[in-house]
């Protein structure tokens, strides 16, 4: 794994975690980095299936409940969490990486595209569309626009919380008891439906590797 600054503790979770399990020792660390008594986090880590509701979150949007549905304090709408998806949840700093929210969300994007390219898929955002981006093939002929990767982010005392979700080999039928992040005309994919490859050691790796770029990009809004 590429050397992160000591400061920054990478965790990789090794069998999955409930959600309201991880919700509440990520609660309990950005509290913890907030008062200057422990190091800022990047866990990664996947979870038995859920549905979570943003701050944005429409009831008309949530179309069949058929696993746990969890209010949580994100930004978005309604998403999926479920096996063969790697979720990402940052708990870093913005007094030392500076303190604009929407830096720190472009710089999450940027960071997700990047590590999307090391395992061959041109990820892209799309202007009005938060989240990750990537081409499809159209049912109706030429390229169609598949959603790979989703953000929600909350700031607190100027720690974040929460993060991204990209798609790995997730079973991609679950995303249908929702209206994914309110965006009923664009399909979900996965780097398994692509043809890429689906596994956490090899995506995990991509994202070590462009993390450092990440982290640059970031403090340089500052």
């Known amino acids: 794994m590429t050397a992160l600054p000591d400061e920054i503790e990478w ?33 990664l880590l996947e979870h038995p299936p859920v549905y979570t509701g943003g701050t944005s979150a429409d009831p008309a949007e949530l179309l069949d409940p058929r696993f746990p549905v969890v209010q949580t304090g994100r ?45 061959g898929i041109a990820a892209f955002r799309a202007p009005g569309r938060i989240g990750i981006w990537t081409n499809v093939p159209s ?20 720690t974040t919380l929460h993060g991204f979700s990209v798609n790995l080999s997730p079973d991609l039928s679950h995303f249908g008891g929702i209206v994914p ?3 009923p005309d664009y399909p979900v994919t996965s780097a398994e439906a692509l043809g890429k490859p689906s596994d956490f050691a090899t995506f995990d790796a991509a994202l ?11 403090s340089s809004g500052r």
Request: proline share 6%; aromatic share 10%.
């Open 208 to 218: 070590a590797f462009a993390c450092p770029a990440f982290l640059q990009t970031l």
């Open 11 to 43: 965790r990789v979770e090794p069998a999955p975690i409930p959600y309201d399990e991880a919700i509440a020792e990520m609660e309990a660390r950005a509290a913890a980095v907030a008062a200057g008594e422990a190091r800022e986090l990047i866990w």
């Open 75 to 119: 930004g978005g709408r309604y998403t999926y969490h479920g096996p063969g998806q790697r979720i990402g949840y940052l708990v870093l700093d913005l007094n030392k990486r500076g303190r604009d929210v929407r830096h720190f969300v472009h710089s999450l994007e940027g960071w997700l595209i990047a590590a999307l390219e090391e395992i």
């Open 139 to 158: 049912p109706f002929g030429g390229p169609g626009e598949a959603k790979i990767g989703a953000i929600g982010v909350r700031v607190r005392r100027w």
């Open 181 to 183: 992040c309110g965006l």
